[in-house]
């Protein structure tokens, strides 16, 4: 495992660089896949992300390197990605939206991910949390099933984004 310092961000709260050190570090990630119209329009995920009620990031740093990150935000109550997938919805039904988690290639396979993915859940009050998985990534989805999400549909949010697999988990 991977020792990293986590710091943790809210919005409102966020200092200046931290945009563009999630668009750098997507940067790095992504970097084979960057002439993907959609995988370019990150910057404004980072936007729309980062100015939600509730919003929460964790970035991991090796030194003064950044590693990777993970963010989300509540779910509006009726608004949740898998209610269309789930009928009757479970009784408690508050959602923690877990939009992004990114590790860099030199950290991959460290455990960094599942550091910064326990660190954001860690003391959540929602019941629930979702996130949207590329199909085309078996082995991602299979470390989010490691890690108790269970699919429970298919979604394509955007007309120009792929088609995801909805992944669902309850939080303690």
Not at 46 to 64: M, N, P, R
Not at 99 to 108: A, G, I
Request: proline share 8%; glycine share 6%; aromatic share 14%.
């Amino acid at each position: 495992m991977t020792e990293l310092e986590l710091r943790y961000y809210q919005r409102g709260e966020l200092p200046n660089g931290f945009r563009q050190l999630l668009i750098d570090v997507h940067a790095d990630a992504y970097a084979a896949e960057m002439d993907d119209p959609f995988t370019q329009r990150f910057p404004w995920f980072v936007d729309h992300w980062s100015a939600l009620e509730g919003f929460t990031c964790v970035v991991g740093f090796d030194g003064e390197e950044p590693v990777g990150f993970a963010y989300g935000a509540p779910a509006k109550t009726g608004r949740e990605w898998w209610r269309e997938h789930i009928d009757p919805a479970p009784e408690r039904d508050s959602t923690f939206s877990f939009s992004e988690l990114m590790v860099r290639p030199r950290w991959r396979k460290t455990g960094a991910a599942e550091l910064l993915h326990s660190a954001l859940m860690a003391g959540r009050d929602e019941a629930l949390a979702v996130l949207l998985v590329d199909p085309d990534h078996p082995k991602v989805a299979t470390l989010y099933e490691s890690w108790g999400y269970r699919k429970v549909g298919d979604r394509r949010p955007f007309p120009d984004s792929p088609r995801y697999s909805v992944m669902l988990r309850d939080l303690p």
